[in-house]
C-alpha cells in the first residue's frame, strides 16, 4: 500500500480548454469533498489568470511534489514551468505546447520515482502539440513511451469504467473495417493477461471474471455470420482459459451490457471502439473515467476531451475529473 500522504500529480493538459477550469474548482472543493492531496504540473501564470476569470480566489504555492501535502490544505500546490503566457481560453496559444509536453514528462518521472502515487491527465489538444514534437497518436501512447523499462515500451491498454462497470476496446482509433485484420489471437491473448493481472493488482480483485464480446452480430451464430468469433475469439478464450485465467466468450454484444449479464463479471472485453463506448456512456456519460492498464504507474483521466468552448465559462462539469481523481486514490491505495 502506498503512503497516502504522497500527493496525487495532475497534469493540466491544454491551457484552452477546461483542464484547468476543473483543476480549479477541484481544488476550491477538497475540504467540502474530502479531496486528497494532489500537485499540479502546469504554469502558475496561466491557472492564476484562469481563477481570476472563474471568480475563484484561491492561494498558489510554487514547490516540489515532495512538499505538496504540507502545502496542500491551504494553497494549491504546483509544480512550475515557467513562462509568462496570456491566458487565451478557447484559443489554442501554439506558444505553450512546449511546457504542455514537459509537464507531462516531469509528471511521470515523479511517479516512477515514487515522489507522487498516481496521475491524473486532464485532456490535451494533439493537434496544437505536433509543432512543438509531439509524434504519438495520442496521450497513452506517449505515456507509454516514457514508462518503458529495460528498454522495453509498455502495452497499453484503455479501459474505461464507471463503478463496476468496466470496459476494454480491444482495438481503438481505426476504421471500422480494419478492426477484423487487427483483432488477432496475439492481441487478444497479450491484452487479457495485462488486463487480469492489473485488475487483481490495481483493484484488489482476487478472482477476476472477465467476458469478450463477439465481433459480428449474435457472436457470428455458429459462423453463420462472419467466421472471427469461432475461427480468432474461441480459440483466443479457450488458450487463456488452458493458462487459468477466468474468461467466457464471445458473447453477443447486444445483450451482455444489460445490468444482469454484465454484472457478473469484473470486465467486459469489446472487440471494437464504439462496442465498448456506447454502453458505458449512455450509462454513464459524464463520470466516466479513462485507465490505462499495463503501465507500471497509476494513470486515470476523464473521459472527455478539452471541451475549448466551455474554458473560462464556469459551466464545465466536473463530474468525470473527480471521478477520475476518486479513482486514481482508490488504485493507489489497493498496490
Known sequence: MKNKLLPIAISMGEPAGIGLDLIIELYSLRNEMNLPPFVVYGNSSLIRQRAKQLGKEIAIVECLAKDASSYFANSLPIFNIGGDFVDSPKTINKQTAKITIQLIEKAVEDNISGLCRALVTAPIQKSALYDAGFKFPGHTEFLASLCKENGQVPFPIMMLAHENLRVVPLTIHVPLQQVPELLTKELIVKSTKIIAKDL???????????????????????????????DIIAP????????????????????????????????????????ALIPIKTLSFDKGVNITLGLPIIRTSPDHGTALDLAGSGNASISSMLAALRMADKMSMEV
Do not use: M
Open 236 to 275: 483466443s478464450v479457450k488458450e487463456l482459459q488452458q493458462f487459468g485465467i477466468n474468461i467466457v466468450g464471445p458473447l453477443s454484444a447486444d445483450t451482455i451490457f444489460y445490468p444482469p449479464h454484465w454484472k457478473k463479471y469484473d470486465a467486459i472485453l469489446a472487440t471494437y471502439h464504439d462496442q
Open 200 to 230: 487483481q493488482k490495481r483493484f484488489n480483485i482476487k478472482n477476476v471474471k472477465l467476458a469478450i464480446c463477439g465481433l459480428n452480430p449474435h457472436a457470428g451464430e455458429d459462423a453463420t455470420i462472419g467466421l472471427e468469433d469461432r
